[in-house]
């Protein structure tokens, strides 16, 4: 169940990396929409190193 746990966090985290990155290649970049994205990133990262 912790494995799945973890996958589940590893493929949030990779869809944010790929928004964050969608959202910085526009011409005017959201400033407030890449801070949230990052927020959550940041969010779930910690998840993620956090002991079992």
């Known amino acids: 169940?912790?494995?799945a746990h973890f996958s589940a966090l590893s493929?949030?985290?990779s869809?944010?990396?790929q928004r964050i990155a969608a959202e910085s290649q526009r011409p005017q970049?959201?400033?407030l929409v890449l801070a949230s994205l990052k927020k959550?990133?940041?969010r779930i990262k910690e998840e993620m190193a956090r002991p079992s």
Do not use: F, T
């Open 1 to 3: 169940m912790q494995n």
């Open 11 to 13: 493929a949030k985290h």
């Open 15 to 17: 869809v944010l990396d």
């Open 29 to 31: 970049p959201d400033q």
């Open 40 to 42: 959550q990133k940041l």
